[in-house]
């Protein structure tokens, strides 16, 4: 759980400093672009987890599945803020893209270092 809970502190933390030098409307399209991201990314590493705590050799099809997924929701969801909400696309997407690329960042980054502790795990026996 440490890597949502990274997550999670890093994404509150930086829309918090974009919140101090941003009017109003900004601040909500800001948070608007870091919700989903981070329910995904968040989402999807404690299915990670879990998976692989239970049977890592289902992690490349969960994964994949999870992707599919996430192509969909995230088509809907940049749809839905945009044309639902009205958010003003520039603040929306710039967000949106930051707080995706970031938040996969560490998840990509997390997920090797569980994948190398199995790597390690195996050299030694």
Same mark, same amino acid.
Do not use: C, H, N, Q
């Given at each position: 759980?440490?890597?949502?809970?990274?997550?999670? %502190?890093?994404?509150?933390?930086?829309?918090?400093?974009?919140?101090?030098? !941003?009017? %109003?409307?900004?601040?909500?399209?800001?948070?608007?672009?870091?919700?989903?991201?981070?329910? &995904?990314?968040?989402?999807?590493?404690?299915?990670?987890? =879990?998976? #692989? %705590?239970?049977n890592a050799q289902l992690l490349t099809s969960v994964m994949i599945a999870a992707f599919a997924f996430k192509? !969909?929701?995230?088509? *809907?969801?940049?749809? *839905? &803020?945009?044309?639902?909400?009205?958010? =003003?696309?520039?603040? #929306?997407?710039?967000? #949106?893209?930051?707080? #995706?690329?970031?938040?996969?960042?560490?998840? %990509?980054?997390?997920?090797?270092?569980?994948? *190398?502790?199995?790597?390690?795990?195996?050299?030694?026996?």
């Open positions: 759980m440490k890597p949502v809970a990274v997550m999670v %502190a890093g994404s509150v933390g930086a829309w918090t400093v974009a919140a101090l030098m !941003v009017d %109003a409307r900004t601040r909500v399209e800001v948070l608007f672009g870091m919700a989903g991201p981070l329910a &995904m990314a968040a989402g999807s590493w404690v299915l990670v987890e =879990r998976t #692989f %705590a239970r192509v !969909v929701f995230f088509g *809907a969801y940049v749809v *839905a &803020m945009i044309a639902l909400l009205s958010l =003003r696309p520039a603040p #929306f997407v710039a967000s #949106f893209v930051g707080y #995706f690329v970031g938040l996969y960042l560490i998840e %990509a980054l997390y997920l090797r270092r569980m994948l *190398a502790g199995t790597r390690d795990t195996k050299r030694e026996r």
